[in-house]
């Protein structure tokens, strides 16, 4: 579910085409309205559908529909953003547009500058070469 159309998601076109893929149903202008509950157990979500338009040079959005969709399980994204702004800026990786990480278009890996110190935080790491290893597990299966 996402509020708003592709064209404002945060998500790279190759993740989106990735779920699809693994056939993920994307359903765009959805806002969230409130988890059904019943017994003590999850049964669904209701969304408000939404209409958006522009108003004095801004996006606006309008409720057209209330819907119930049936689930026993929610998975939260809120506030993704591209940016890593815990990732101290003297490890040795270049940072380009929109303040992320330069990496090869071909094969995803960064380069790290062998005269600094190497990335303390593990989980730093990680994280930054989890592209890479996300294309592999894709790609062959792994």
Same mark, same amino acid.
């Given at each position: ?7 404002? $998601?945060?998500?790279?076109?190759? !993740?989106?085409?990735?779920? !699809?893929?693994?056939?993920?149903? %994307? ?16 049964? &669904?979500?209701?969304? !408000?559908?939404?209409?958006? $338009? ?9 409720? /057209? ?9 929610? =998975?939260?994204? =809120? ?7 815990? %990732?101290?800026?003297?490890? &040795? ?8 990480? +330069? /990496?090869?278009?071909?094969? $995803?890996?960064?380069?790290?500058? +062998?005269?600094?110190?190497? +990335? ?5 790491? $990680?994280?930054? /070469? &989890? %592209?890479?290893?996300?294309?592999? /597990? ?5």
């Amino acid at each position: 579910m996402a509020r708003r159309t592709r064209k404002y $998601f945060k998500a790279s076109p190759w !993740e989106l085409e990735d779920a !699809e893929e693994e056939r993920v149903e %994307i359903i765009e202008n959805h806002a969230p309205k409130r988890f059904l509950i019943e017994n003590g157990k999850l049964v &669904g979500m209701e969304f !408000e559908v939404l209409r958006w $338009f522009e108003k004095d040079g801004k996006q606006k959005s309008e409720v /057209v529909d209330t819907v119930t969709i049936p689930c026993d399980d929610v =998975i939260l994204a =809120i506030g993704q953003e591209n940016a890593f702004p815990w %990732i101290e800026r003297d490890v &040795g990786l270049e940072f380009g547009d929109w303040d992320m990480p +330069v /990496v090869d278009k071909k094969t $995803f890996m960064f380069t790290l500058d +062998v005269d600094t110190p190497f +990335v303390d935080d593990v989980r730093e790491f $990680f994280l930054l /070469v &989890g %592209i890479r290893v996300a294309k592999d /597990v894709d790609c062959f299966g792994i």
